[in-house]
Protein backbone atom coordinates (compact mmCIF):
# COMPACT_ATOMS: atom_id res chain seq x y z
CA UNK A 1 0.00 0.00 0.00
CA UNK A 2 3.22 2.51 0.26
CA UNK A 3 3.92 4.82 -2.38
CA UNK A 4 1.64 6.50 -4.88
CA UNK A 5 2.48 4.40 -8.00
CA UNK A 6 2.31 1.23 -7.01
CA UNK A 7 4.63 -1.47 -6.76
CA UNK A 8 4.01 -4.19 -9.68
CA UNK A 9 2.58 -3.98 -12.55
CA UNK A 10 -1.01 -3.04 -12.54
CA UNK A 11 -1.50 -2.23 -9.27
CA UNK A 12 -3.60 0.85 -8.68
CA UNK A 13 -1.96 4.06 -7.55
CA UNK A 14 -3.15 4.95 -3.49
CA UNK A 15 -1.90 8.03 -2.20
CA UNK A 16 -5.17 8.85 -0.33
CA UNK A 17 -9.03 9.30 0.71
CA UNK A 18 -9.43 12.92 -0.83
CA UNK A 19 -10.04 13.36 -4.18
CA UNK A 20 -8.60 16.23 -6.66
CA UNK A 21 -11.22 15.34 -9.41
CA UNK A 22 -14.10 16.53 -10.49
CA UNK A 23 -16.45 17.86 -9.37
CA UNK A 24 -14.58 19.69 -6.10
CA UNK A 25 -11.39 20.49 -8.03
CA UNK A 26 -11.37 19.95 -11.49
CA UNK A 27 -14.33 20.85 -13.62
CA UNK A 28 -17.07 18.49 -14.20
CA UNK A 29 -17.25 17.02 -17.86
CA UNK A 30 -20.15 14.49 -17.56
CA UNK A 31 -22.81 13.65 -15.47
CA UNK A 32 -21.13 10.74 -13.72
CA UNK A 33 -18.77 13.82 -12.63
CA UNK A 34 -21.06 15.29 -10.23
CA UNK A 35 -21.62 11.46 -8.54
CA UNK A 36 -19.94 10.62 -5.51
CA UNK A 37 -19.23 6.90 -3.52
CA UNK A 38 -21.24 6.96 -0.60
CA UNK A 39 -18.54 5.34 1.66
CA UNK A 40 -19.42 3.19 4.35
CA UNK A 41 -20.48 4.47 7.78
CA UNK A 42 -17.74 3.53 10.50
CA UNK A 43 -20.23 1.70 12.79
CA UNK A 44 -20.88 -0.49 9.62
CA UNK A 45 -17.38 -2.52 9.28
CA UNK A 46 -15.97 -1.74 5.54
CA UNK A 47 -14.89 -4.57 3.64
CA UNK A 48 -11.07 -4.43 3.43
CA UNK A 49 -10.18 -5.85 -0.06
CA UNK A 50 -6.66 -6.20 1.36
CA UNK A 51 -7.90 -8.83 3.83
CA UNK A 52 -11.25 -9.59 3.07
CA UNK A 53 -11.92 -10.81 -0.95
CA UNK A 54 -14.04 -8.83 -3.33
CA UNK A 55 -15.66 -10.56 -5.82
CA UNK A 56 -15.53 -8.85 -9.17
CA UNK A 57 -17.11 -11.35 -11.67
CA UNK A 58 -20.40 -10.97 -13.02
CA UNK A 59 -23.29 -12.87 -15.06
CA UNK A 60 -25.07 -11.79 -17.99
CA UNK A 61 -28.06 -13.74 -19.70
CA UNK A 62 -29.11 -15.11 -16.55
CA UNK A 63 -26.45 -17.20 -16.13
CA UNK A 64 -24.73 -17.94 -19.50
CA UNK A 65 -21.61 -16.24 -19.50
CA UNK A 66 -20.04 -15.06 -16.73
CA UNK A 67 -17.52 -12.11 -16.87
CA UNK A 68 -14.04 -11.89 -14.47
CA UNK A 69 -15.51 -8.43 -14.05
CA UNK A 70 -17.92 -5.81 -15.51
CA UNK A 71 -16.18 -5.02 -18.54
CA UNK A 72 -16.41 -4.96 -22.35
CA UNK A 73 -14.05 -3.94 -24.72
CA UNK A 74 -15.26 -2.52 -28.26
CA UNK A 75 -13.50 -3.10 -31.33
CA UNK A 76 -14.08 -0.62 -34.15
CA UNK A 77 -13.56 -1.34 -38.07
CA UNK A 78 -10.86 1.00 -37.99
CA UNK A 79 -8.35 -1.46 -36.08
CA UNK A 80 -6.65 -3.76 -38.34
CA UNK A 81 -6.35 -7.91 -37.01
CA UNK A 82 -2.58 -7.31 -35.68
CA UNK A 83 -3.91 -4.81 -33.35
CA UNK A 84 -7.46 -6.80 -32.86
CA UNK A 85 -6.59 -10.13 -32.10
CA UNK A 86 -4.14 -9.12 -29.06
CA UNK A 87 -6.93 -7.56 -27.90
CA UNK A 88 -9.01 -10.79 -28.50
CA UNK A 89 -6.79 -12.95 -26.46
CA UNK A 90 -6.33 -10.44 -23.48
CA UNK A 91 -9.91 -10.75 -23.81
CA UNK A 92 -9.71 -14.65 -23.96
CA UNK A 93 -7.48 -14.76 -20.98
CA UNK A 94 -8.77 -12.26 -18.64
CA UNK A 95 -12.56 -13.71 -18.76
CA UNK A 96 -14.31 -10.94 -20.74
CA UNK A 97 -15.86 -10.33 -23.83
CA UNK A 98 -14.89 -8.36 -26.56
CA UNK A 99 -17.53 -6.85 -28.98
CA UNK A 100 -16.03 -7.82 -32.55
CA UNK A 101 -19.20 -6.56 -34.27
CA UNK A 102 -17.57 -4.71 -36.84
CA UNK A 103 -14.07 -6.77 -37.27
CA UNK A 104 -13.73 -9.94 -39.35
CA UNK A 105 -13.81 -12.09 -36.64
CA UNK A 106 -14.39 -15.57 -38.26
CA UNK A 107 -10.84 -16.23 -37.52
CA UNK A 108 -11.53 -15.28 -34.08
CA UNK A 109 -14.13 -18.02 -33.66
CA UNK A 110 -11.66 -20.07 -31.82
CA UNK A 111 -12.21 -17.88 -28.90
CA UNK A 112 -15.77 -18.69 -28.69
CA UNK A 113 -17.71 -17.27 -26.06
CA UNK A 114 -15.17 -13.93 -25.21
CA UNK A 115 -16.88 -12.92 -28.73
CA UNK A 116 -19.80 -10.82 -29.07
CA UNK A 117 -20.60 -10.82 -32.56
CA UNK A 118 -22.25 -9.22 -35.27
CA UNK A 119 -25.63 -11.61 -35.11
CA UNK A 120 -24.69 -13.24 -39.05
CA UNK A 121 -22.46 -14.42 -37.90
CA UNK A 122 -24.39 -16.70 -34.65
CA UNK A 123 -25.29 -19.06 -37.46
CA UNK A 124 -21.38 -19.58 -38.35
CA UNK A 125 -20.88 -20.46 -34.95
CA UNK A 126 -20.48 -17.37 -32.99
CA UNK A 127 -21.92 -17.94 -29.57
CA UNK A 128 -23.50 -14.65 -28.80
CA UNK A 129 -25.50 -12.30 -31.50
CA UNK A 130 -27.08 -8.74 -31.38
CA UNK A 131 -29.24 -6.82 -33.98
CA UNK A 132 -29.65 -3.41 -34.68
CA UNK A 133 -33.26 -3.54 -35.31
CA UNK A 134 -35.02 -4.98 -32.25
CA UNK A 135 -38.38 -5.41 -34.11
CA UNK A 136 -38.84 -8.44 -36.27
CA UNK A 137 -36.26 -10.14 -34.32
CA UNK A 138 -36.20 -13.68 -34.22
CA UNK A 139 -34.35 -15.81 -32.30
CA UNK A 140 -30.81 -16.64 -32.97
CA UNK A 141 -28.59 -19.30 -31.89
CA UNK A 142 -26.91 -18.35 -28.05
CA UNK A 143 -27.71 -15.47 -26.39
CA UNK A 144 -29.64 -12.24 -28.15
CA UNK A 145 -29.16 -8.46 -27.54
CA UNK A 146 -30.84 -5.31 -28.71
CA UNK A 147 -28.52 -2.79 -29.38
CA UNK A 148 -29.76 0.44 -28.98
CA UNK A 149 -28.70 4.69 -28.18
CA UNK A 150 -29.39 5.38 -24.76
CA UNK A 151 -32.98 6.61 -24.32
CA UNK A 152 -35.44 8.78 -22.11
CA UNK A 153 -37.69 5.81 -22.76
CA UNK A 154 -38.11 1.91 -23.93
CA UNK A 155 -41.55 1.28 -24.56
CA UNK A 156 -40.37 -1.86 -26.78
CA UNK A 157 -39.44 -3.53 -23.56
CA UNK A 158 -42.56 -4.92 -23.58
CA UNK A 159 -42.20 -7.56 -26.18
CA UNK A 160 -38.71 -8.66 -24.19
CA UNK A 161 -39.94 -11.95 -22.97
CA UNK A 162 -42.15 -13.46 -25.73
CA UNK A 163 -39.21 -12.49 -28.48
CA UNK A 164 -36.88 -14.35 -26.11
CA UNK A 165 -34.62 -11.17 -25.59
CA UNK A 166 -31.76 -12.10 -23.49
CA UNK A 167 -30.08 -8.61 -23.08
CA UNK A 168 -29.60 -4.86 -24.55
CA UNK A 169 -26.97 -3.42 -25.37
CA UNK A 170 -26.91 0.56 -25.15
CA UNK A 171 -24.10 2.14 -27.50
CA UNK A 172 -23.80 5.97 -26.64
CA UNK A 173 -21.64 5.80 -30.17
CA UNK A 174 -24.66 5.19 -31.81
CA UNK A 175 -26.08 9.14 -30.69
CA UNK A 176 -29.32 9.46 -29.97
CA UNK A 177 -28.55 12.96 -27.20
CA UNK A 178 -29.57 11.20 -24.23
CA UNK A 179 -26.91 11.16 -21.59
CA UNK A 180 -25.83 7.62 -21.45
CA UNK A 181 -26.18 7.89 -17.29
CA UNK A 182 -29.83 8.35 -18.28
CA UNK A 183 -30.33 6.06 -20.73
CA UNK A 184 -28.61 3.05 -18.35
CA UNK A 185 -30.72 3.99 -15.17
CA UNK A 186 -33.70 4.53 -16.57
CA UNK A 187 -33.56 1.19 -18.64
CA UNK A 188 -32.96 -0.39 -15.53
CA UNK A 189 -35.92 0.85 -13.02
CA UNK A 190 -38.50 0.34 -16.29
CA UNK A 191 -36.57 -3.64 -15.92
CA UNK A 192 -37.09 -3.51 -12.58
CA UNK A 193 -40.88 -2.14 -12.90
CA UNK A 194 -41.71 -5.13 -15.20
CA UNK A 195 -39.89 -7.58 -13.18
CA UNK A 196 -37.17 -8.74 -15.90
CA UNK A 197 -34.44 -6.81 -14.62
CA UNK A 198 -33.37 -10.73 -13.88
CA UNK A 199 -34.11 -11.92 -17.25
CA UNK A 200 -32.78 -9.24 -19.11
CA UNK A 201 -28.75 -7.98 -18.63
CA UNK A 202 -28.08 -4.70 -19.34
CA UNK A 203 -24.22 -3.84 -21.06
CA UNK A 204 -23.64 -0.34 -21.50
CA UNK A 205 -20.62 1.97 -22.42
CA UNK A 206 -18.60 3.65 -24.98
CA UNK A 207 -16.04 6.57 -25.64
CA UNK A 208 -16.88 8.18 -22.75
CA UNK A 209 -15.66 5.75 -20.44
CA UNK A 210 -12.20 6.37 -19.01
CA UNK A 211 -11.38 3.82 -15.98
CA UNK A 212 -12.71 2.22 -13.12
CA UNK A 213 -14.31 5.46 -11.49
CA UNK A 214 -17.08 5.56 -14.32
CA UNK A 215 -17.26 1.50 -14.54
CA UNK A 216 -17.95 1.44 -10.60
CA UNK A 217 -20.68 4.90 -11.15
CA UNK A 218 -22.20 3.39 -14.16
CA UNK A 219 -23.04 -0.42 -12.93
CA UNK A 220 -24.29 1.23 -9.73
CA UNK A 221 -26.73 2.99 -12.30
CA UNK A 222 -27.84 -0.15 -13.52
CA UNK A 223 -25.78 -2.08 -16.19
CA UNK A 224 -24.19 -5.38 -15.26
CA UNK A 225 -21.44 -4.80 -17.56
CA UNK A 226 -19.61 -1.50 -18.56
CA UNK A 227 -18.33 -1.42 -22.26
CA UNK A 228 -14.79 0.32 -22.35
CA UNK A 229 -13.52 2.09 -26.41
CA UNK A 230 -10.82 4.52 -26.05
CA UNK A 231 -9.94 3.71 -23.18
CA UNK A 232 -8.17 0.16 -24.51
CA UNK A 233 -6.64 2.89 -27.86
CA UNK A 234 -4.77 5.35 -24.68
CA UNK A 235 -3.72 2.28 -23.04
CA UNK A 236 -1.83 1.43 -25.83
CA UNK A 237 -0.86 4.59 -26.97
CA UNK A 238 -2.90 3.50 -30.58
CA UNK A 239 -2.31 4.60 -33.15
CA UNK A 240 0.94 6.73 -32.53
CA UNK A 241 2.72 3.92 -31.16
CA UNK A 242 1.62 0.76 -33.23
CA UNK A 243 2.56 -1.91 -30.39
CA UNK A 244 1.60 -5.57 -32.00
CA UNK A 245 1.38 -8.81 -30.63
CA UNK A 246 2.77 -9.71 -26.88
CA UNK A 247 3.36 -6.89 -26.22
CA UNK A 248 -0.03 -5.27 -27.22
CA UNK A 249 -1.45 -8.03 -25.16
CA UNK A 250 0.43 -7.25 -22.32
CA UNK A 251 -0.21 -3.98 -22.10
CA UNK A 252 -4.21 -4.30 -22.59
CA UNK A 253 -4.08 -7.14 -19.47
CA UNK A 254 -2.44 -4.42 -17.44
CA UNK A 255 -5.59 -2.03 -18.06
CA UNK A 256 -7.43 -4.66 -17.39
CA UNK A 257 -5.70 -5.72 -13.33
CA UNK A 258 -5.41 -2.27 -12.26
CA UNK A 259 -9.43 -1.67 -13.29
CA UNK A 260 -10.25 -4.83 -11.48
CA UNK A 261 -7.89 -4.23 -8.23
CA UNK A 262 -9.31 -0.78 -8.39
CA UNK A 263 -13.33 -2.07 -8.43
CA UNK A 264 -11.98 -3.97 -5.87
CA UNK A 265 -10.89 -0.37 -3.78
CA UNK A 266 -13.58 1.39 -4.27
CA UNK A 267 -16.50 -1.78 -3.65
CA UNK A 268 -15.01 -2.41 -0.24
CA UNK A 269 -15.01 1.55 0.52
CA UNK A 270 -18.38 1.24 -0.27
CA UNK A 271 -18.74 -1.92 2.06
CA UNK A 272 -19.16 -4.16 -1.27
CA UNK A 273 -17.67 -8.00 -1.31
CA UNK A 274 -19.72 -8.80 -4.60
CA UNK A 275 -19.85 -6.25 -7.63
CA UNK A 276 -22.82 -8.71 -8.92
CA UNK A 277 -25.01 -9.23 -6.34
CA UNK A 278 -24.64 -5.86 -4.22
CA UNK A 279 -23.23 -3.18 -6.21
CA UNK A 280 -25.23 -3.16 -9.53
CA UNK A 281 -28.16 -1.03 -10.20
CA UNK A 282 -27.56 0.05 -6.05
CA UNK A 283 -27.98 3.69 -6.11
CA UNK A 284 -28.01 4.06 -2.61
CA UNK A 285 -24.31 4.08 -2.93
CA UNK A 286 -24.13 7.08 -4.44
CA UNK A 287 -24.76 10.82 -3.74
CA UNK A 288 -25.13 13.67 -6.19
CA UNK A 289 -23.15 16.52 -5.80
CA UNK A 290 -24.40 20.09 -7.73
CA UNK A 291 -27.00 17.98 -9.65
CA UNK A 292 -30.39 19.44 -11.04
CA UNK A 293 -33.14 17.14 -9.38
CA UNK A 294 -34.50 16.72 -12.76
CA UNK A 295 -31.60 14.76 -13.61
CA UNK A 296 -31.59 13.43 -9.81
CA UNK A 297 -35.25 11.98 -10.20
CA UNK A 298 -34.05 10.34 -13.62
CA UNK A 299 -31.13 8.80 -12.18
CA UNK A 300 -32.45 7.73 -8.97
CA UNK A 301 -29.53 9.01 -6.79
CA UNK A 302 -30.16 11.22 -3.83
CA UNK A 303 -28.37 14.37 -3.10
CA UNK A 304 -25.01 14.58 -0.83
CA UNK A 305 -25.19 15.28 2.32
CA UNK A 306 -28.93 13.33 2.44
CA UNK A 307 -29.16 9.80 4.34
Known sequence: MAGTVGRMPA???????????????????LIRDRLVSDGA????????????????HVYLCRGKIRLSMP???????NHPPP?????????????????????????YQ???????????????????????NFYGMRKLEGPVFVKTSPMEKYPWLKHAAELGLDGVYI??????????????????????????????SVVAGGWSVRGSDDIYKLVALGADA?????????AVAYPEHKMLGDVLRERLENLLLGIQRELKLLAG???????????????????????????????????????
Open 226 to 234: VVISKAVEY
Open 269 to 307: AAGVSSIFNSLVGNRELLRAVELEKSLRQKLGVKQAGVG
Open 110 to 132: KYGEVLLADARLSAKGGYAGYVS
Open 11 to 29: EPPISSMGSTGPPYVEEPL
Open 171 to 200: DEEIGGGTPLEVGISVLDQELRAMGLRNEV
Open 41 to 56: QVTRPSIDPYREPVET
Open 83 to 107: FSEPIIQAGYCMGIIVDASETECEK
Open 71 to 77: VVIKLHL
